[in-house]
């Protein structure tokens, strides 16, 4: 016969992991007893002089320790000094402590650092006390010494009608003690949120290191704090947007892109496409000493919350391309610590000592005016930056001289050189990073953004390929710098066909989306201004009296109408199941009647509202 298995029994269950000691919680942390290091040198002095005492009475002592053993020995050994000879009696007790504590010599320190009074002196005033700790804890943050004022006025008028035995008031001393004994924490959320006090009194665990590079790559954008000039007309046009990535194993960076646009995924694409692609310095006209091999392909992207990096481009270009995206919490930029690093490095010594420098907190501005001071040009700042990162920053050791990001990346390479693309791989990811977007293919081709795209390649497919209502709606790609052509998907060929523009003045070229909505904007103000709105509405407003005049005289005559004279109105009227149901014109809607309009003028009524049918 088996032996039976009881699975509720709790000795077979498996074992619970322990927790790590560094998420261990201190109510639960296995706490150290002190040592004699942790007190002042004048108590462990003096506890260490009481040890060597009951060492040497020890040796000299052949019986018990008693009064008839003890004090021959003590007057021998303060025969010289009788006023420091302790009696017999506490010698003893140092040694009793000393053996119980297992001869522990902190067990021997004179207990003087915890003298002191420990019990309130003035009791009957908690009620006030309380009510001025509410006021004190507050988002509003005031000082202690509002909240102790708002306590004084509270015991005083209390006080005003009481005869005996008046509530105390403490001293200002005394309540900023007991504020300062609240514990820190809670003072935090109350004052300041718990946002805020996560971040001074969280734990702060260390990223575990990548073992690789291109393994973890931080992106992000920041504002600089420098005011450019316009390369032609030398004005200032204010503080580039920087989006830069760098590599977390190496600290080199890999990439950036500069522009005054706001952050978006279009400076984030351009940036990543920057970092991934090998680096032509011919193009700069500075010479550089030093070259930038640092690209490849990325394994681990890490960003933070922003819009731009939560868009479905990024997301569906970055896993076309294999990168993995990684989100940060939110409001947790300690978790990017890198690439925060590096912007406050280039402030401090990039940026620092260029003229049209500006500042992060306007109170460090003081009298400096940097829109009067800027000097540099746009395109000489990105070719001083580019020098900066390749002779400067790659080729220094950082401030803990632990590595230099340049050999640091060349040992990384060595060992484990990432995966490079070839022209077709480059050909691949620059149509991934551009915007996508999709519209219905028809007989002019396609349509976007109010410009027309169209090619005899795009008419042959749709001569070849017959499409229904599902697959007429193409998904193509644009690069947002320039809208000159976009690049549609023809399912058919499994492959993207170059359409440009159809404009036949050049509008298009070099254009950006971003230009193109300005040109729009300015173009539709220009219009509305050339309108004449005046004699537009007393044209409008001149119709719907007619039609009123219609009705009216429809109504009076009582007499059967042609139903294509109603249908006429109807049409006027916007009679549909997204508008009105009457054709009835509303008082407001009507002008008022002036006599100097002759019915003439709508004689031909009838013959005008044919224009409608």
């Not at 005031?142 to 005869?163: C, F, K, M, W």
């Not at 260390?206 to 954008?221: C, G, K, N, S």
């Not at 795009?458 to 809208?483: G, M, N, S």
Request: proline residues 5%.
């Amino acid at each position: 016969m088996t032996d039976f298995f009881d699975e509720f029994d709790e000795s077979l269950a498996p074992l619970k992991p322990q927790t790590p000691t560094r998420y261990v919680k201190l109510d639960d942390a296995n706490l150290i007893k002190r040592d004699l290091d942790t007190f002042s040198n004048t108590l462990k002095n003096e506890a260490l002089q009481r040890y060597k005492l009951i060492i040497s009475i020890d040796k000299k002592l052949s019986a018990g320790w008693t009064q008839r053993n003890l004090d021959p020995i003590l007057d021998e050994i303060f025969k010289e000094d009788e006023q420091a000879r302790p009696n017999w009696r506490t010698i003893a007790r140092w040694r009793k402590k000393f053996l119980e504590s297992n001869r522990d010599l902190a067990s021997l320190v004179v207990k003087n650092h915890r003298m002191g009074n420990r019990i309130r002196r003035v009791e009957g005033d908690e009620i006030f006390f309380d009510k001025a700790l509410d006021r004190f804890l507050d988002a509003k943050r005031p000082t202690v010494a509002t909240a102790y004022r708002y306590y004084q006025d509270l015991i005083i008028i209390e006080n005003e009608s009481i005869v005996e035995g008046k509530i105390p008031i403490i001293s200002y001393t005394a309540f900023n003690k007991r504020i300062k004994a609240i514990p820190p924490y809670a003072v935090a959320v109350a004052r300041h949120g718990k946002f805020k006090a996560e971040q001074w009194f969280a734990y702060c665990a260390a990223h575990i290191p990548p073992t690789r590079i291109l393994e973890r790559v931080e992106i992000d954008h920041t504002p600089l704090d420098l005011i450019l000039l316009d390369d032609e007309l030398l004005i200032p046009i204010g503080r580039p947007y920087l989006t830069l990535l760098i590599d977390v194993f190496s600290g080199c960076v890999l990439g950036f892109h500069l522009s005054y646009k706001s952050p978006s995924y279009v400076s984030a694409a351009k940036a990543i496409a920057h970092a991934i692609k090998p680096k032509s310095l011919d193009a700069l006209n500075i010479q550089l000493q030093n070259d930038w091999p640092c690209f490849g392909k990325i394994e681990n992207l890490v960003v933070d919350n922003g819009a731009e990096f939560w868009s479905k481009n990024l997301e569906y270009a970055c896993q076309s391309a294999g990168i993995n995206i990684q989100y940060n919490p939110v409001r947790k930029p300690w978790l990017k610590p890198f690439i925060e690093r590096f912007f406050g490095v280039m402030n401090q010594y990039f940026l620092a000592e260029v003229p049209g420098k500006t500042f992060s907190n306007i109170l460090e501005k003081e009298e400096y005016k940097p829109e009067k001071d800027a000097i540099m040009r746009f395109s000489t700042f990105v070719e001083e930056f580019h020098r900066w990162i390749v002779d400067v920053y790659h080729q220094d050791s950082n401030s803990r001289e632990t590595r230099i990001p340049i050999k640091q990346w060349q040992q990384g390479y060595a060992v484990y050189p990432p995966l490079a693309m070839n022209e077709e791989d480059e050909a691949r990811f620059t149509m991934l990073m551009r915007i996508s977007d999709s519209r219905a293919l028809n007989r002019n081709g396609i349509k976007f953004k109010g410009l027309m795209y169209d090619s005899t390649a795009l008419a042959d497919y749709r001569k070849h390929y017959p499409q229904t209502k599902e697959t007429e709606k193409k998904l193509f790609k644009v690069d947002p710098d320039d809208i000159s052509k976009i690049y549609v998907y023809l399912e058919e060929l499994e492959s993207y066909l170059e359409v440009p523009c159809t404009d036949p003045t050049n509008y298009t070229d070099g254009l950006s989306i971003y230009e193109h909505k300005i040109i729009k904007k300015i173009n539709r103000e220009t219009i509305r201004e050339s309108k004449n709105s005046l004699g537009l509405a007393k044209a409008r407003m001149a119709i719907h009296e007619r039609v009123k005049q219609e009705q009216e005289a429809f109504i009076a005559s009582k007499t059967k109408v042609k139903i294509t004279a109603v249908k006429k109105q109807a049409q006027i009227a916007d009679v549909s199941n997204t508008g009105k149901g009457t054709i009835k014109v509303s008082e407001e809607s009507a002008a008022p009647v002036q006599k100097n309009i002759s019915n003439d003028a709508f004689d031909d009524w009838d013959d005008d509202l044919e224009a409608f049918e």
